[in-house]
Nanobody, 122 residues
Framework: QVQLVESGGGLVQAGGSLRLSCSAS????????MGWFRQAPGKVRDFVAA????????YYADSVKGRFTISRDNAKNTVYLQMNSLKPEDTAVYYC???????????????WGQGTQVTVSS
């Protein structure tokens, strides 16, 4: 069982940056693929980025490629999402998730955090 807690969300102006953190407890994240998803009001939960546990390969949604960077620190049991050049359309609740195998859809993930709000003003 893995418990995930996100932090680092907030209000930022367009063009600004935020770094989200996802701290895990209950189990080491070293054996899990980790992903970030986001959900805007009235919309489905969308894939943002993922990182595999074995190779460290990273995957990004086209909408964030070149602006967001996912990374992990297994020693700290933490995953990060560095978000640069933020746009108003990035506004959403951001969720961290863990899975035994990296995937691009929410149903591929077994454990979820409670989410952190990111609001980008224009």
């Amino acid at each position: 069982q893995v418990q995930l807690v996100e932090s680092g969300g907030g209000l930022v102006q367009a063009g600004g940056s935020l770094r989200l953190s996802c701290s895990a407890s209950g189990s080491t994240i070293g054996s899990y693929a980790m992903g970030w998803f986001r959900q805007a009001p009235g919309k489905v939960r969308d894939f943002v980025a993922a990182i595999s546990w074995r190779s460290g390969n990273t995957y990004y949604a086209d909408s964030v490629k070149g602006r967001f960077t996912i990374s992990r620190d297994n020693a700290k049991n933490t995953v990060y999402l560095q978000m640069n050049s933020l746009k108003p359309e990035d506004t959403a609740v951001y969720y961290c998730a863990a899975a035994l195998k990296v995937g691009g859809t929410p149903n591929a993930y077994d454990y979820w955090g409670q989410g952190t709000q990111v609001t980008v003003s224009s």
